[in-house]
């Protein structure tokens, strides 16, 4: 079974200062991870992933994540917060294994609302 | 290039009577997989298809929920007999066949019911 866990409900920022979201997963093998971001009422958007290579994987509207296997964590990063990226922030899994129907499914964490101050 | 349309946007229905969510993927994908977000919490997986084949149902409520993606036309999520329960967001998403598939889902805008 895969699961994501997202320790905050909630991460205040103020403006200009650099933010973290955090994101630790659980795989049986290698992992696929994940980053979407959800304003309010709309769908999901995807951010960035991880597949395979760099462990620093940059992605868009000047996010980044780091990728740490021995600490299980992908964590969500940006140098210089804005008021916009204000949203919900989700960290999904997928393991990279096709053992079965189930391998295709991301499963998601519960989400963490970034909330930028001006 | 349309993305994943989903309709309606959003769904008012009364206990008892039944939804019905549609969903087209993104030109090119063939996979359909249904997600539910209840207020307050994150996405859970409902189902996964592929034209015509429930790949993996092992998200869907045993009872008054089922799904189909037929040859023509769109996937489309049927929930009868609706309870209060049952108000949430539902958000399909697609992707590409076979090793086009790098794991990353497109999402629609997601259709809203509530049960009144």
């Known amino acids: 079974a895969q699961s994501v866990a997202q320790p905050e409900d909630q991460v205040n920022v103020a403006e200009g200062n650099p933010l973290t979201v955090k994101c630790t997963y659980s795989v049986s093998g290698n992992p696929y991870l994940f980053w979407y971001v959800q304003y309010p009422n709309r769908g999901l958007q995807f951010l960035l992933k991880y597949i395979t290579g760099d462990n620093l994987v940059k992605g868009s509207y000047g996010f980044e994540a780091e990728f740490n296997k021995s600490q299980t964590s992908f964590h969500l990063k940006k140098p210089s917060a804005l008021v916009s990226d204000s949203a919900l922030y989700f960290c999904?899994?997928?393991?990279?294994?096709?053992?079965?129907?189930?391998?295709?499914?991301?499963?998601f964490g519960k989400g963490t609302k970034l909330s930028v101050i001006p | 290039n349309a993305g994943v349309m989903q309709n309606p946007r959003h769904l008012v229905r009364r206990r008892g009577q039944e939804a019905r969510l549609r969903c087209s993927p993104m030109?090119?994908?063939?996979?359909v997989y249904w997600y539910r977000q209840l207020p307050e919490e994150g996405l859970k997986f409902m189902v996964y298809l592929q034209k015509e084949n429930i790949i993996d149902e092992s998200g869907m409520p045993k009872e008054r929920f089922s799904a189909e993606f037929p040859k023509e036309g769109p996937s489309i999520l049927r929930i009868q007999q609706v309870v209060r329960g049952d108000s949430a967001a539902y958000f399909c998403?697609?992707?590409?066949?076979?090793?086009?598939?790098?794991?990353?889902?497109?999402f629609g805008e997601g259709s809203r019911l509530t049960v009144l």
């Open positions: 998403a697609s992707s590409p066949p076979g090793l086009a598939f790098t794991g990353e889902l497109f």
């Open positions: 030109k090119g994908h063939s996979h």
């Open positions: 999904a899994v997928r393991d990279k294994r096709r053992s079965g129907a189930g391998s295709y499914q991301l499963t």
